[in-house]
């Protein structure tokens, strides 16, 4: 328990004995949105980096900027969205604005020559991420950086848990999250279709992404999509809560499902990989018998690793006939596992930095400071990555019946 109240204590209000001087030549960023993601995300996770600098923010209401930074002591506002971009003096910008106006914002930034830390969703669909990821800018020498802010992916747990897994083994990923009842409200973005929301474009976007990140490939279709909706005319198309499944090019199957009207009990996101099974070589067995391995792979916190995580690993071993396939024995064997840092990870995981007390939005905002400096990057969210993850979600919402997400009218 202690190090658990010391590892969040120290992620959200870093002591001044990890907040070291900010470097020379520090990334200036700008945020774009006074959301209230931005304090997690990126704001706090700044404070330990000496690299970064949160130099300004934008808000639709100067007011609203103003007091956004004042009580995240950010030292500028700037009057609109075009004239932060504007600024000669920022060098990055995080863009926490509603889905919607991902995409123009993010075309607007790159075009200014800024490097673009997105949330994610990336944008409304794959239309869009097709015109935004393939752009030329991003293509020409010294070009800038552009990432999809999927924050899970950089934590040690979820990395070493990847290892473990063989995509070819694989019969069948569940992936579920939820947030409780009370965490939202109907007049959340989450649950305006203009500004292209839905459970999908949420808490299902980590869904999504673990199973893809697993299978190390794409889905071939969409076998079924269920969903619920608010009755109000004002929420149609909106799904509160779904449950997708999908093939993959291995005949195997993922299950995403998630709600942000669940229960009032919040409980950890989870992935668990159920696997074929394999024959085990044994020689110690008589020679009309056999051993069979079928191995389940799970990882609960994938969404917050740094509060709590866990990594099983259940060994489900059955010894029988080799015709006519009688059991003889069966037993389990499980193992756990945890990684707060590379660390605890090992391996080829061990020489990577990092804290106890770094959150998955501390590690992400290491690889992309390291990518702007030009620096080897250990992980990373590719535009064609990216591209698909919006493919697979454009999949789900059209099985549905709900339809993709409206396009925005803005073109480059």
């Not at 590892?7 to 900010?22: D, H, L, N």
Request: aromatic share 10%.
């Amino acid at each position: 328990m202690a190090a658990l109240v010391g590892r969040v204590y120290t992620a959200f209000v870093p002591p001044k004995s990890v907040i070291p001087p900010k470097s020379g030549n520090a990334i200036k960023f700008g945020i774009l949105g006074a959301a209230n993601i931005a304090p997690m995300a990126l704001i706090t996770p700044a404070k330990s980096h000496p690299e970064v600098i949160i130099q300004s923010v934008a808000a639709r209401d100067r007011a609203k900027a103003e007091k956004f930074a004042k009580a995240n002591n950010i030292p500028q506002v700037h009057g609109s969205y075009q004239e932060m971009l504007d600024d000669p003096n920022i060098d990055a910008i995080y863009i926490a604005l509603p889905n919607s106006f991902h995409f123009e914002w993010t075309v607007r930034s790159i075009r200014a020559g800024k490097h673009v830390l997105l949330e994610k969703p990336s944008v409304s669909n794959a239309i869009e991420a097709e015109m935004l990821f393939k752009m030329p800018e991003l293509s020409a020498p010294n070009a800038p950086v552009l990432l999809e802010a999927f924050h899970t992916r950089f934590f040690p747990s979820w990395q070493y848990f990847q290892t473990l897994v063989v995509p070819e083994n694989i019969e069948y990923i569940k992936s579920v999250s939820m947030l409780p009842w009370w965490g939202t409200s109907k007049d959340d973005i989450y649950f305006n279709y203009n500004l292209s929301g839905g459970t999908m474009m949420s808490l299902g976007t980590y869904n999504f992404a673990t199973i893809r990140a697993l299978f190390r490939a794409e889905p071939v279709e969409c076998l079924s999509c269920e969903t619920h909706q608010f009755p109000e005319e004002a929420h149609k198309n909106i799904d509160t809560d779904f449950k997708a499944k999908f093939r993959f090019p291995n005949g195997g199957i993922g299950e995403a499902s998630s709600t942000l009207n669940g229960p009032t009990i919040w409980t950890p996101s989870s992935v668990a990989v159920t696997n074929k099974e394999v024959i085990v070589p044994d020689n110690s067995l008589p020679p009309g018998q056999e051993k069979v391995l079928k191995l389940e792979q799970t990882i609960h916190g994938v969404a917050f690793g740094l509060l709590w995580h866990r990594i099983d690993i259940k060994s489900n071993y059955t010894i029988r006939t080799k015709t006519g396939g009688k059991v003889i024995k069966r037993w389990s064997e499980k193992k756990s596992h945890k990684a707060y840092t590379f660390k605890e990870a090992g391996g080829q995981f061990a020489k990577y930095p990092g804290e106890s007390y770094w959150i998955s939005y501390r590690h992400q905002l290491e690889q992309f400071v390291n990518k702007v400096k030009g620096r080897e990057t250990q992980s990373w969210v590719s535009g064609e990555d990216s591209i698909a993850q919006m493919k697979m979600l454009d999949m789900a919402y059209e099985k549905s019946g709900l339809g993709i997400r409206p396009t925005s009218k803005f073109r480059p």
